[in-house]
Structures are given as structure tokens and as C-alpha cells.
């Protein structure tokens, strides 16, 4: 298995933590829907790459 899926989770997760933390510098309605709507599921989508690519290495392991 490659790092690529594991960079991939780290990037989608880091634009996710950097939309919230630029809207959170100064917070207005738009903003705080801004992190809200775009922020948080960029985390927790890149959460969950995370989660399946540990899965995938766990399974090529024979940990799985």
C-alpha cells in the first residue's frame, strides 16, 4: 500500500481545519456557516479516509 490515501486524508482534513480556522478569524453569520458548511464536513470526511485507509493496511497486515 502506498501513503498516497494517507496524504489524501491529511490534505482534505488540513483544507477542512484551514476553512475553519480563516473563518474563525473573524466571525460573522457567513463565516460561521462557511465553517460550518464547508469546514466541518471536509474534516470529517478526511476523518474517515483516515479510518479506511488504517483499515486497508490492517487487512493487507492480516490484521483485519
Known amino acids: 500500500m502506498s501513503d498516497v490515501d494517507f496524504r489524501r486524508a491529511c490534505v482534505v482534513t488540513g483544507v477542512g481545519l484551514a476553512v475553519q480556522l480563516g473563518a474563525a478569524l ?3 453569520p457567513a463565516t460561521f456557516i462557511l465553517a460550518a458548511a464547508i469546514g466541518t464536513p471536509l474534516v470529517l470526511l478526511g476523518g474517515a479516509m483516515f479510518l479506511r485507509a ?3 493496511f490492517m487487512k493487507e497486515r492480516g490484521a483485519a
Open 26 to 28: 473573524h466571525w460573522t
Open 54 to 56: 488504517v483499515w486497508r
